[in-house]
């Protein structure tokens, strides 16, 4: 029994110098940490569609705005219990900021209130019930607020009642009406108020009780309560997502880039007097094979761009079995890989096409290419490029039945598309 209790981490063995006349069991006061996530704003000034704090990470994480919020406290070790305050007509969309979430069983929410305060408090009540030491205040939408910043409230709170992370005023501060300056105000002991925001629980909880209606953050309720708050650095990073500047400022463009390589066959000599190549007409007296065009340049460069957008091949957009792809031009091929890649917000940068045959001979068509290439994907002529390459003699190339291409091509794509 002893051994068993002893096994327990609630409960801690007290150790006497002097011989027990039997064993002491006392419960260990672990002083619990909790968290109140602030997510039940509409989020109006971060544009049209869903509130912000649901939109997706503009750092490419692949999670959303509340999902990294929560994930800062979750994961914490330090955190025992976390509230998040979410809107009612939210719920569905905080079902799949959870699905992104680790330690899910510390995580319980409650609905907000009609202001940011009445939210609070409402958290608050939510986590009254586990008796809590502290609790940390942070606004979802300062997803960008690291474990550090958790450790530093921590570290400071020893005899204070609140800790609240700031910045000092860096701007120089003005005060205008009708956008005429009136004067200018002193900075100096001004501080920007961040979250999380951290308060001894009881002491919070009975401020919000008695504070009047109307308080921005907890800091300004603990101040009308008269609570010693103790300001500690914050973090220049941890800005509140708030417009739709905001969102695009952090969004982090990724170079991508996608490959393509393609074979056709060639027919008898004499079948043809010109073949395509890259979107332009080329001298030669065998045609290329094939069920479109059969411009094996771009269907290397085509496949390239879907590969750079992670969106399957040509067969799957432009099945060979449809009978609407015979003798298709292939521009109409690249042109639809593009119109993919606009529409997930990617441009292409650049493209490298390498040519593989014995003949014709490319490099007095070079440049014609090059032209076409440039017209058909709107790139400057100095982002394409075009190489030719013979194998020497050797396999099906070398033997003149039939021409590859190989090609890569370059994408910026906004992080979270
Ligand atoms: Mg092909």
Same mark, same amino acid.
């Given at each position: 029994? &002893?051994?068993?209790?002893?096994?327990?981490?609630?409960?801690?063995?007290?150790?006497?110098?002097?011989?027990?006349?039997?064993?002491?069991?006392?419960?260990?006061?672990?002083? @619990?940490?909790?968290?109140?996530?602030?997510?039940?704003?509409?989020?109006?000034?971060?544009?049209?569609?869903?509130?912000?704090?649901?939109?997706?990470?503009?750092?490419?994480?692949?999670?959303? /705005?509340?999902?990294?919020?929560?994930?800062l406290?979750?994961?914490?070790?330090?955190?025992?219990?976390?509230?998040? &305050?979410?809107?009612?007509? %939210?719920?569905?969309?905080?079902?799949?900021?959870?699905?992104?979430?680790?330690?899910?069983?510390?995580?319980?929410?409650?609905?907000?209130?009609?202001?940011?305060?009445?939210?609070?408090?409402?958290? @608050?009540?939510?986590?009254?019930?586990?008796?809590?030491?502290?609790?940390?205040? +942070?606004?979802?939408?300062?997803?960008?607020?690291?474990?550090?910043?958790?450790?530093?409230?921590?570290?400071?709170?020893?005899?204070?009642?609140?800790?609240?992370?700031?910045?000092?005023?860096? %701007?120089?501060?003005?005060?205008?009406?009708?956008?005429?300056? %009136?004067?200018?105000?002193?900075?100096?002991? @001004?501080?920007?108020?961040q979250?999380?925001?951290?308060?001894?629980?009881?002491?919070?909880?009975?401020?919000?009780?008695?504070?009047?209606?109307?308080?921005?953050?907890?800091?300004?309720?603990?101040?009308?309560?008269?609570?010693?708050?103790?300001?500690?650095? !914050?973090?220049?990073?941890?800005?509140?997502?708030?417009?739709?500047?905001?969102?695009?400022?952090?969004?982090?463009?990724?170079?991508?880039?996608?490959?393509?390589?393609? /074979? +056709?066959?060639? %027919?008898?000599?004499?079948?043809?007097?010109? #073949?395509?190549?890259?979107?332009?007409?080329?001298? +030669?007296?065998?045609?290329?094979?094939?069920?479109?065009?059969?411009?094996?340049?771009?269907?290397?460069?085509?496949?390239? #761009?879907? !590969?750079?957008?992670?969106a399957?091949?040509?067969?799957?957009?432009?099945?060979?079995?449809?009978?609407?792809n015979k003798?298709?031009a292939?521009?109409?091929?690249?042109?639809?890989?593009?119109?993919?890649?606009?529409?997930?917000?990617?441009?292409?940068? +650049?493209?490298?096409?390498?040519?593989?045959?014995?003949?014709?001979?490319?490099?007095?068509?070079?440049?014609?290419?090059?032209?076409?290439l440039?017209?058909?994907?709107?790139?400057?002529?100095?982002?394409?490029?075009?190489?030719?390459?013979?194998?020497?003699g050797?396999?099906?190339? !070398?033997?003149?039945?039939?021409?590859?291409?190989?090609?890569?091509a370059? @994408?910026?794509?906004?992080g979270?598309?």
């Amino acid at each position: 029994m &002893v051994a068993e209790l002893l096994k327990g981490k609630q409960y801690l063995r007290i150790l006497s110098p002097y011989p027990p006349r039997r064993a002491r069991l006392a419960p260990m006061s672990e002083p @619990l940490t909790t968290a109140i996530i602030v997510a039940g704003g509409r989020g109006q000034r971060a544009g049209e569609g869903i509130p912000k704090q649901y939109r997706p990470m503009p750092d490419g994480g692949g999670d959303n /705005v509340l999902a990294r919020s929560i994930a800062l406290f979750a994961e914490n070790p330090a955190i025992s219990k976390l509230c998040v &305050v979410i809107h009612k007509y %939210d719920v569905s969309l905080y079902d799949i900021s959870l699905s992104h979430c680790n330690n899910t069983d510390k995580i319980i929410h409650t609905f907000g209130g009609d202001s940011r305060q009445q939210s609070v408090f409402n958290g @608050l009540k939510a986590l009254a019930a586990s008796k809590p030491q502290t609790v940390f205040i +942070h606004d979802a939408a300062r997803p960008f607020a690291t474990p550090a910043l958790i450790a530093r409230c921590l570290e400071s709170l020893s005899d204070n009642d609140g800790v609240v992370p700031a910045l000092p005023v860096t %701007d120089t501060l003005k005060k205008a009406e009708n956008g005429l300056i %009136d004067q200018t105000v002193a900075r100096d002991g @001004l501080f920007r108020a961040q979250t999380p925001q951290l308060f001894s629980f009881d002491k919070l909880y009975a401020a919000h009780q008695t504070a009047p209606e109307g308080l921005t953050d907890d800091a300004a309720v603990a101040e009308h309560a008269g609570l010693r708050v103790q300001i500690v650095t !914050g973090e220049a990073q941890n800005i509140k997502l708030t417009t739709e500047e905001d969102f695009l400022m952090n969004t982090q463009i990724l170079p991508r880039t996608g490959s393509g390589f393609d /074979v +056709h066959r060639f %027919d008898a000599p004499g079948s043809a007097a010109e #073949i395509m190549l890259c979107g332009t007409g080329v001298p +030669h007296d065998r045609k290329i094979i094939g069920h479109s065009d059969a411009d094996v340049g771009l269907h290397a460069i085509t496949d390239a #761009i879907l !590969g750079a957008l992670a969106a399957g091949d040509i067969g799957d957009h432009f099945p060979p079995s449809d009978a609407a792809n015979k003798d298709r031009a292939s521009s109409v091929f690249l042109a639809h890989a593009l119109k993919l890649a606009a529409a997930r917000q990617a441009r292409l940068t +650049h493209i490298d096409l390498t040519l593989i045959c014995e003949a014709p001979k490319i490099g007095p068509h070079r440049d014609a290419m090059r032209a076409s290439l440039s017209a058909l994907t709107g790139l400057p002529l100095s982002a394409v490029s075009v190489k030719a390459t013979t194998t020497e003699g050797l396999g099906f190339t !070398g033997r003149g039945e039939g021409i590859a291409a190989q090609a890569t091509a370059t @994408l910026l794509i906004a992080g979270d598309a």
